[in-house]
C-alpha cells in the first residue's frame, strides 16, 4: 500500500515561492510516476505536472510553465514541486499522486493515479 503525505503549504504573498514536498513513510522506495495537482475553492481538480519514475520525463500544465518545476529525489523518496511567482489565484489544496507500480509514463489524466495524499494548503494572499 502506497501513502502519499504533502508538506510544504503555506500562507505566502503574491509573487513569493514555495516548495511542496511529497513522501511515502511506509516505504524507503517510490518507484512510481508522480503527479501533483491541485483543487481551488469552487472549482474541480486540475492537472499541474508529472514524472517519470526516473525523473527524467516531465509535463506540465501550459499554464505553469516556466514558474513551476517539478523534480524527485528518490534516495530521499521524496517528490517536489517548486512553485515560484504565485499568484492569488493560485490559491488552493496541493495534492500529489502515485500511479500503481509497474505503470511507465507520464499523465494528465486524474484517472490514471491510483494513490493519492491528503493534500496541503496553499494560501496566496497580500
Known amino acids: 500500500q502506497v501513502q502519499l503525505v504533502e508538506s510544504g503549504g503555506g500562507l505566502v504573498q503574491p509573487g513569493d515561492s514555495l516548495r511542496l514536498s511529497c513522501t511515502n513513510p511506509?516505504?524507503?522506495?517510490?518507484?512510481?510516476?508522480m503527479g501533483w495537482f491541485r483543487r481551488a475553492p469552487g472549482k474541480e481538480r486540475e492537472f499541474l505536472s508529472s514524472?517519470?519514475?526516473?525523473?527524467?520525463?516531465?509535463i506540465y500544465t501550459d499554464s505553469l510553465k516556466g514558474r513551476f518545476t517539478v523534480s524527485r529525489d528518490n534516495r530521499k523518496n521524496t517528490v517536489y514541486l517548486q512553485m515560484n511567482n504565485l499568484k492569488a489565484e493560485e490559491a488552493a489544496v496541493y495534492y500529489c499522486a502515485a500511479r500503481r507500480k509497474g505503470v511507465v509514463g507520464t499523465s494528465q489524466a486524474e484517472y490514471d493515479y491510483d494513490y493519492w495524499g491528503q493534500g496541503t494548503k496553499v494560501t496566496v494572499s497580500s
Open positions: 514524472l517519470s519514475q526516473n525523473g527524467r520525463s516531465k
Open positions: 511506509r516505504r524507503t522506495q517510490l518507484p512510481y510516476v
